[in-house]
């Protein structure tokens, strides 16, 4: 079994930057892909943020593309998603999630172990 647990949310201004941490335990992970997701009230999960397993390869979904930074440490088992330049719309409850791949993907149904999650809010 694995165990993810997300920190770092909170509420801030627009224009303003926080940093999310995901914390992994039970297993190693340093042989799967992570990735980021975000969920909004009434919306569907929407992918944000990918990296395969030893960080030569980033993704990002196009809404936070330039402003989010996606980074993991292996040794530590943490993975982490700085958020800068924030906007109301960024408004959501983000989860961190372990891929079945090596490799980058941005399918929710291709994650398989998932934090509970760590709420962001942004006011404008």
């Known amino acids: 079994q694995m165990e993810l647990v997300e920190s770092g949310g909170g509420l801030v201004q627009a224009g303003g930057s926080l940093r999310l941490s995901c914390a992994v335990s039970g297993r190693t992970f340093s042989g799967s892909g992570m990735g980021w997701f975000r969920q909004a009230p009434g919306k569907e999960r929407e992918f944000v943020a990918a990296?395969?397993?030893?960080?030569?390869?980033?993704y990002y979904g196009d809404s936070v593309k330039g402003r989010f930074t996606i980074s993991r440490d292996n040794a530590k088992n943490t993975v982490y998603l700085q958020l800068n330049n924030l906007q109301s719309e960024d408004t959501a409850v983000y989860y961190c999630?372990?891929?079945?791949?090596?490799?980058?993907?941005?399918?929710?149904?291709?994650?398989?172990?998932w934090g509970q999650g760590t709420q962001v809010t942004v006011s404008s």
């Open positions: 999630a372990r891929s079945r791949y090596a490799i980058i993907t941005t399918m929710v149904n291709d994650y398989d172990y």
């Open positions: 990296t395969d397993w030893n960080s030569l390869n980033r």
